[in-house]
């Protein structure tokens, strides 16, 4: 019978992953708390139409990637495609409007598009993400950016661009849209395929062309930051006098527009040269209209979402992370001793010790090659000699010493063990990231 594999874009996180998830989600969360952002977890079932109205129906995200279906209801309901649009939607439903305002939030979860495959790009995938519902004055979206900038940085993640834009309001987006466009129709043949299909619904899209052809045509394009009235344009000098003043490089990209369309003034991305073709770690902008057209009060907003497969991948290339380890690995004869082990097991793991036994009856030289494996600190030996004294060896993997403990003597094991576990291994919660950091 064939084997059923895994769906195309998916992945499983194995051991020798899993450990880098856990590094990445614990200095998001220490950090997020530090900055006063609570968690939400949404579901990630919605209704279809969330997505729609939320993220535009003339997105790529909703014409081609939304992963969506009919249930034995009846209903058109969606895998989240990002967390944002469900975000506005707790906001509203929960009315968290009445609550302190602004909502900082943050979130963490797997995410649904439906996209080639490639490095860096899934079908299933993950995002860390924080938005901040209730207040617009753009010291806050610096800020909001410099958040993002100091989880890469915890993650040992230096040297990443920063590039800046400013959408305007949606009026001005409307007027600048209709130029655009009339400066491209008579170019409408030579556009790529893409531009052309977004000419007439999303032109706004074709400024981010990677197409050379329709970039060129672009040069002379109509500049949206033309058509900024007054507000659009303090607001912009703002942002980057904050971001200034915080010692934040960056560049102004006026071709950044995002593939959604909620946002209005700031949008922002943060790159990575060493990721390849997918180079984007973390997108995000400002979203004054969002929860209006979601039915809600209206309530200006900004957000970001970093890719965390996209993390893992330069985390990975850049920390060794110690795999998993065990405190003792009990090594043992026959069938008595064994069961002297089954006994020990239990004593061990009240006393919080992780502990695992061979349960083979191969030579010791197999089972403490297996001790080994699995990265014991130390071997527990038990044999009819020390059956009959009531007692138990160890064998210190690193210094290859043995000692003899009587069963009761666990505080003197316990000091052994911690002297001996210091000089062994850093484990996970310890790492310094100071230390990492020179690293890059
Ligand atoms: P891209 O241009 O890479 O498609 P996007 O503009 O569609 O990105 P956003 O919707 O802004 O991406 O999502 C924020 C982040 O989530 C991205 O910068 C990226 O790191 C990650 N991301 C988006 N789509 C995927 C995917 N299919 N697989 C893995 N990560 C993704
Ligand atoms: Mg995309």
Redesign the pocket.
């Known amino acids: 019978m064939e084997p059923i594999q895994s769906l195309r874009g998916t992945k499983d996180v194995l051991a020798d992953e899993i450990n880098y998830w856990h590094f990445i989600e614990k200095k998001a969360k220490d950090l997020f708390s530090i900055a006063n952002y609570t968690e939400i977890r949404t579901p990630i079932l919605e209704n279809s139409s969330l997505f729609e109205r939320g993220i535009g129906s003339s997105t790529?995200?909703i014409n081609k990637e939304i992963y969506s279906f009919i249930d034995k209801g009846s209903r058109n309901v969606a895998l989240r495609p990002?967390g944002t649009a469900s975000i506005a939607r707790s906001f509203i439903e929960n009315k968290l409007f009445s609550q302190k305002i602004p909502q900082k939030l943050w979130y963490s979860g797997p995410?649904f598009?439906y996209?080639r495959p490639q490095s860096?790009?899934?079908?299933q995938?993950n995002?860390l993400g924080v938005e901040v519902l209730g207040s617009v004055n753009p010291l806050i979206d610096a800020d909001v950016i410099q958040l993002a900038l100091n989880l890469l940085k915890e993650l040992g993640i230096t040297n990443c661009g920063r590039e800046v834009n400013s959408l305007g309001t949606l009026e001005e987006r409307v007027k600048y849209k209709s130029d655009l466009i009339a400066y491209l129709q008579p170019y409408e043949k030579e556009l790529d395929i893409d531009s052309q299909k977004r000419l007439y619904n999303n032109p706004l899209r074709i400024l981010d062309t990677k197409n050379l052809k329709t970039k060129d045509i672009l040069n002379e394009a109509p500049k949206l930051s033309n058509f900024f009235g007054i507000e659009s344009q303090t607001y912009f000098e703002e942002l980057c006098d904050a971001l200034n003043s915080l010692h934040i490089g960056y560049t102004v990209n006026e071709q950044l527009v995002?593939?959604?369309d909620y946002y209005n003034h700031t949008a922002f991305?943060i790159k990575s040269s060493s990721l390849g073709a997918?180079d984007?770690?973390?997108?995000?902008g400002r979203y004054d209209e969002l929860i209006s057209q979601l039915g809600g009060p209206r309530t200006p907003a900004i957000g970001w979402?970093?890719?965390i497969?996209?993390l893992l991948l330069l985390v990975k290339d850049s920390i060794s992370l110690p795999s998993q380890y065990l405190d003792f690995y009990i090594v043992s004869e026959n069938k008595s001793t064994k069961l002297k082990a089954l006994q020990l097991l239990q004593i061990f793991r009240n006393h919080n010790f992780k502990v695992e036994i061979d349960w083979s009856y191969s030579k010791f030289s197999k089972q403490f090659k297996r001790a080994s494996q699995n990265n014991a600190i130390g071997c527990i030996i038990i044999g009819e000699r020390e059956l009959q004294l009531n007692s138990f060896s160890v064998k210190w993997l690193s210094s290859k010493e043995q000692d003899s403990f009587q069963m009761s003597e666990i505080e003197k094991l316990i000091q052994k063990l911690d002297y001996y576990k210091s000089s062994y291994l850093k484990i996970i919660d310890n790492i310094d990231t100071q230390t990492l950091n020179k690293k890059f």
């Open positions: 790529d995200i990002e995410m598009r996209e860096g790009r899934q079908r995938f995002q995002r593939g959604l991305e997918q984007t770690l973390c997108g995000g979402a970093m890719g497969e996209r």
